[in-house]
Structures are given as C-alpha cells and as structure tokens.
C-alpha cells in the first residue's frame, strides 16, 4: 500500500503565499517523479508542476516565476506558491510515478487533495 499525506492549503488574499506538502510512505521502491496537479470546479484537472531529478522540472505556463516545486528528500515534495491569484483556486492533488521493485512497473499514486482558495 501506498499513503499520501498532503499538508499546507487554505484560504489566502490574492498576492498571497501557501507552500503545500506531500509526503509518500509505504510500499516504495523507488520513486521515478512528483507532480502536482489541480482541478478547479467544472473544469479538468491540469498539471501545475512536476519533478523527477534536479534538472527534470517543468511547470504550467500560468505559475511560471510564481509557483516552485522541490523535494528534499526521496519521499517529500513541496510546492512554494507565491503571488496567489483568485484563478489559482482549486484542489491542488499530489501526484507520484512508482516502483515497488527495481525491475517493476511504473505506477502512479494520487492524493486526497488539498482546497486552496484564494481571495481578490
């Protein structure tokens, strides 16, 4: 099994700063990367920003030089987000690409999701 545990939304001002968590634990192998997505009502969910190395990070264009993703560790991801606006409202999902063994398939594991809601 396989557990998420995603920390850090809220309710914020636009302009704003809220830094989320995901931290992975359970039946890890490996994990090859950490994403973040985010779904606002009635529309799809979409990709805000993901890493699998220190040169392997990409962003949605929308949160470029507002929104940063790093990981600390093997397990941890976080993502920095700054300049807050009211669009950025959504439930912000955690998302890993896994191994359970070294030859194994890749998997992928989503969060609970975590509201932010950002007010003008």
């Known amino acids: 099994q396989v557990q998420l545990v995603e920390s850090g939304g809220g309710l914020v001002q636009a302009g704003g700063s809220l830094r989320l968590s995901c931290i992975a634990s359970?039946?890890?192998?490996?994990?090859?990367?950490m994403g973040w997505y985010r779904q606002a009502p009635g529309k799809q969910r979409e990709l805000v920003g993901s890493i699998a190395g220190p040169g392997s990070i990409s962003y949605a264009e929308s949160v470029k030089g507002r929104f940063t993703i790093s990981r600390d560790n093997v397990k941890t991801v976080y993502l920095q987000m700054s300049s807050l606006k009211p669009e950025d409202t959504a439930v912000y999902y955690c998302?890993?690409?896994?191994?359970?063994?070294?030859?194994?398939?890749?998997?992928?594991?989503w969060g609970q999701g975590t509201q932010v809601t950002v007010s003008s």
């Open positions: 998302n890993i690409v896994y191994r359970t063994r070294p030859s194994g398939n890749d998997y992928t594991y």
């Open positions: 359970g039946s890890i192998f490996s994990i090859n990367s």
